[in-house]
């Protein structure tokens, strides 16, 4: 039991992304992340204190709706579940407040993204449900085998899609080499 245990922290630690960087004034960063449909995505952001600057925080899905704004932003929490298979960005823009010019420090940034089991607070909802330890673990156990067969499912979908298309090119290339050839032929005599 241990054992299992060990697999599942490392499964989900290892879904976890938490990256940190320095932002300097006057630049945009934003990192990019996709997501399945109907999962959640869960995001914690830190500043570091830096005088005289402004740092504006966005969430952004591919089609640029804003899932989460905040302006001079320090530190905070957001989440939002996909409608559909998407890519979101979080883009952190720093710029100088009060008319003052010239170099600023960069400011530190912190940021980590939970998407899918991992963003689940199974505590909350071991009280929520007075659900035992043992049952709690169960849970977890069921939900990311439900997430690892959904992957599973669409890693199958896209290798179909993929194959038709590359059916359908080795039919284009053939027919166009034949047409290449008699054209050639055509030519030569």
């Known amino acids: 039991m241990e054992w299992l245990r060990i697999l599942l922290l ?43 600057q402004k740092t504006d925080l966005k969430v952004l899905d591919s089609e640029n709706h804003i899932l989460y704004s905040k302006e001079n932003a320090l530190k905070g929490k957001f989440a939002f579940t996909t409608d559909n298979y998407d890519m979101f960005e979080v883009c952190l823009e720093s710029e100088m407040t009060g008319g003052a010019h010239g170099h600023a ?11 899918g089991v991992e963003a689940k607070n199974y505590a909350e909802l071991g009280k929520a449900e007075k659900l035992k330890p043992l049952e709690i673990e169960l849970r977890k156990l069921e939900d990311l085998s439900e997430s ?29 080499a034949r047409c290449g050839s008699a054209d050639f032929a055509s030519a030569s005599i």
């Open 148 to 176: 690892i067969v959904k992957d599973f499912a669409y890693m199958r979908s896209r290798e179909e899609e993929m194959r038709d298309t590359n059916g359908t090119e080795v039919v284009i290339c053939g027919w166009l």
């Open 10 to 52: 490392l499964t989900i630690a290892s879904s976890a992304l938490g990256i940190s960087f320095h932002l300097p004034v006057g630049v945009k960063k934003c990192l990019r992340e996709e997501v399945h449909r109907d999962v959640l995505v869960v995001g914690e952001f830190h500043l570091s204190e830096a005088p005289m």
């Open 105 to 115: 420090a960069d400011r530190e940034v912190t940021v980590v993204l939970k998407h």
